[in-house]
């Protein structure tokens, strides 16, 4: 599940929890206690009397009273003697008839619970069959409605499923725990024009004239979690594509056929690569995406049939400088680690979302190279250390949380992905893959733990991995580097002193690490390898002068922080000569701060020329922290000769450092001509910084314009936002409301946020909380945390209790743990 594009866990609250947890090794750790919320407990698989073998689901779909019938018959296999009743997890369902082997049965039903009794003990090994006839009605989770109304006419009539984590219980009966692997079927039966997609193989699909109805009949026979289960409903168009005989299908809604094209596309290249590499061929019997109208993530890897968010489907402007690649491969990359192997339980959901992040990136190496592959990394890098500083750390895998969705954050997609990164790094290319396929031969088909892992890639490699997993995915933080370098001329010697300088506790200790040193001297470059292992080390080697550079993880292969100072010479060659786009990067980033003469002619030479877009991007960025009017002169020409569509974003976006009528003047005149969305959407967001009295004419204009998921109306508004102007948060509530987009919606709302303090905005923050779409309430809840205003308390709490979406019950409960922190 990606969920990047609607997360981003960068609040803070602290709270109180006592609890430890023990490492493979038996290593003593704690973790921060703000991610364990009060009332975390230690979670564990739940015990199994029975394993479920197979699940047949009839569904009959009502789509204008928003509600279905079901018979879900399961078969079940007694695990020890004398079990005498099996429990369902099955949440605000109408049971109308339970039957265990075709008897009618009694049972019990509470507390979300249906418990089947049986007339007489089954014996080990066993098998019964248990029928459950239910209906639901308008379902809170698990299964989602999405029509036309009063304030979206125009929106399509469809129903999606949504199981990860603990949600397929509120639209069908099972053991909703994803150690308990089974093969399905779903037979579902809409009306009339409508298409039905699910899980495996499309046994037969057939139609019924008298009632107006169609019935589509899927089969998974490969074992799989409960959660992975889907359905999705609409009038969809089908884009068939194959690989290596099998269907690729793209489901989406007529009249957007050339856009899932321009979205998914590359599957068939993804699903090549991943076959390949990982050692085990795409095992099911199709591969199917379908865009979802107002889904509330970015995908869902449901097996072989992920669901999408429609949102990822591009238009040809869109497409000219954004990709859905990254989501298709995610989704796709799960379909081995998520699916084929599933986490044992959720503490170890690394195994599912580290995986298939970094997978991604592997993609995208082999896809578009070296460069984007580094830049995805040190994306990765900095989403994880931003919320490691300002909202909590933990170890990757802990058992302690309040409910499972609490784990799905930066530790758990970008911090995990970079420690397989230093995984891959430390072992090498042939025993990385080869550890890989290991570790899917081995236990394809099953739940897994990390222990799994560990002992596959101790076979395949012969390599002792214990202490690399000890402190980087049991433990918890990352080293924090100090280095210090100097010449000793009389040795001819280059001294270089380093130091671990992050607190250590019982949290994080210190690390382990075998890294490199570069130094270019005027015979050319030289690698010294060294084992940090201690607080302070001093290294010394010998070279034939000084070094004109020296670089530290030279292949930014440690996630880590790194304090070493340079003196300018040495920034001015790494931007030039540096091999690594990270490095050129990082030397921008340095030259900024230092602003001189030759700082700024090298930052010039790098946004014109520098052979990757991220380093002119950055080079720009760079030269508008100076808010120099040199500077302001290289970016506006800049602009006059650069193409790349992200640098010229960049270039927008450092233009807003400059103030004068000049500035907006130029602006003005060349934003309305870029080919791209993002480019013209950055130049609105600097008109708006640069002239607050000139600004809203063009942005009134550009709130009438129509753009890819409204990015042009968005930006328009952030543009009113920047202004400061508080005669614009009228025009801001009115965007709140519904029959705008939801994504404009949410633009609106994080647009309030600037306006901290304006007593008409929080009223209507606290309506927002209740909006019927996840998102927007999702969104309004941060900017009530981020205000602070105890008013919001009370409609806050009413948010962390009943049937909701874990990850709006936690930033309620965040947000109610700060503000109440704040007034006490």
């Known amino acids: 599940m990606l969920l990047r594009a609607v997360l981003d866990f960068g609040l803070i609250a602290p709270v109180e929890s006592n609890f430890e947890f023990m490492s493979c090794r038996g290593r003593q750790a704690t973790w921060d206690s703000r991610f364990a919320l009060k009332g975390s407990l230690p979670h564990y698989a739940p015990d199994r009397a029975f394993d479920t073998e197979h699940i047949r689901l009839e569904i009959s779909v009502d789509l204008r009273r928003e509600r279905f019938r079901g018979h879900c018959r ?10 005498r009743e099996m429990t369902f997890d099955a949440v605000n369902f109408k049971i109308t008839g339970v039957r265990w082997n075709g008897k009618k049965s009694p049972y019990r039903y509470n507390d979300g619970k249906i418990t089947v009794e049986t007339k007489s003990p089954v014996k080990e090994g066993n098998r019964v069959e248990v029928d459950i006839f239910y209906e639901v009605v308008k379902p809170k989770l698990g299964l989602y409605f999405i029509r036309p109304s009063r304030a979206y006419p125009k929106n399509p009539t469809q129903v999606w499923t949504q199981g990860e984590d603990e949600y397929s219980r509120y639209w069908f009966p099972c053991f909703d725990a994803p150690h308990d692997r089974t093969t399905t079927e779903v037979v579902a039966t809409v009306p009339f024009g409508f298409t039905a997609v699910s899980n495996g193989r499309l046994l037969r699909s057939s139609h019924n004239p008298r009632r107006k109805t169609s019935t589509f009949h899927w089969r998974q026979d490969i074992p799989h979690a409960t959660y992975l289960v889907t359905l999705t409903v609409g009038r969809f168009s089908v884009i068939r594509d194959s690989w290596k005989g099998k269907p690729v299908l793209y489901y989406c809604e007529k009249g957007r056929e050339g856009d899932a094209r321009r979205a998914f596309s590359k599957t068939p290249l993804m699903l090549e690569f991943f076959s390949k590499n990982i050692g085990t061929s795409y095992p099911y019997a199709k591969y199917a995406q379908i865009a979802a109208a107002d889904f509330i993530y970015g995908g869902m890897e449901n097996t072989s049939a992920t669901t999408q968010t429609d949102g990822a489907l591009l238009d040809k402007r869109a497409s ?21 192997l599933t986490c044992k339980d959720w503490s170890h959901a690394w195994l599912n979302e580290s995986f298939a992040t970094y997978f991604d990136a592997l993609f995208k190496r082999h896809d578009k190279g070296r460069d984007e592959f580094l830049l995805a990394l040190r994306v990765n890098a900095d989403a994880y250390l931003s919320e490691d500083k300002d909202h909590y750390r933990r170890s990757i895998v802990t058992k302690v949380f309040k409910r499972p969705t609490d784990l799905f954050d930066r530790h758990l997609y970008e911090k995990g992905s970079l420690v397989l990164h230093m995984l891959h790094q430390f072992l090498g290319e042939k025993l990385f893959w080869k550890g890989i396929s290991t570790y899917v031969r081995k236990n394809r088909g099953k739940a897994v733990e990390t222990l799994d892992l560990i002992n596959a890639l101790e076979e ?6 214990r202490r690399f997993f000890d402190q980087w995915v049991f433990g918890a933080g990352h080293p924090e580097f100090r280095v210090r370098s100097w010449w000793d001329a009389r040795k001819k010697e280059i001294c270089l002193r380093v130091t671990q300088i992050h607190a250590v506790n019982n949290e994080t200790g210190l690390f382990t690490v075998d890294t490199e040193f570069l130094f270019r001297t005027g015979k050319g470059e030289k690698r010294e390898k060294v084992r940090i292992d201690k607080k302070s080390h001093l290294f010394r080697f010998r070279l034939d002068s000084e070094p004109a550079l020296v670089l530290f993880d030279p292949d930014h292969a440690l996630l880590k922080k790194l304090d070493f100072p340079k003196p300018e010479f040495q920034w001015l060659l790494q931007l030039e000569k540096d091999q690594n786009p990270l490095g050129r990067i990082d030397a921008a980033q340095a030259l900024g701060k230092l602003g001189s003469s030759k700082a700024v002619e090298a930052l010039r030479h790098a946004l014109l020329s520098d052979k990757f877009w991220a380093v002119r991007a950055e080079a720009a960025r760079a030269l508008g922290s100076l808010a120099s009017e040199e500077g302001s002169e290289i970016l506006l020409h800049s602009l006059d000769i650069l193409e790349h569509p992200k640098v010229r974003r960049a270039v927008y976006a450092a233009l807003k450092s400059f103030r004068g009528r000049r500035m907006y003047g130029e602006i003005e005149k060349r934003f309305r001509k870029e080919a791209s969305y993002f480019a013209e959407a950055e130049g609105l967001r600097a008109l708006g910084a640069l002239n607050p009295h000139k600004a809203p004419e063009v942005l009134r204009a550009a709130l009438k314009t129509d753009s890819w998921n409204d990015v042009l109306r968005s930006a328009a508004l952030e543009g009113f936002a920047a202004t400061k102007g508080r005669q614009w948060i009228p025009l801001l509530l ?24 304006a007593p008409e905005i929080q009223p209507r923050l606290i309506e927002l909380a209740n909006d019927p779409y996840l998102l927007v309430q999702i969104a309004a809840v941060r900017v009530l945390h981020q205000t602070g205003d105890e008013r919001a308390v009370p409609a806050l709490k009413k948010l962390m209790a009943g049937d909701r979406d874990g ?9 109610v743990e700060k503000i109440t922190k704040n007034f006490e």
Request: charged letters at 25%; proline letters at 1%; one cysteine or more.
């Open 807 to 815: 990850r709006l019950k936690r930033l309620a409960e965040e947000a």
């Open 734 to 757: 009115a965007h709140t409301r519904p029959g705008h987009s939801q994504k404009l919606r949410m633009a609106a709302i994080r647009c309030l946020a600037a306006f901290e303090g």
């Open 460 to 465: 395949a490699t012969g390599r002792n991995l």
């Open 74 to 83: 399961t078969r079940l296999r007694a695990i020890t003697d004398g079990v």
């Open 320 to 340: 000219l400088d954004y990709s859905s690649d990254e989501l298709v491969a995610h989704e796709l990359a799960h379909q081995w680690f998520g699916d084929y």
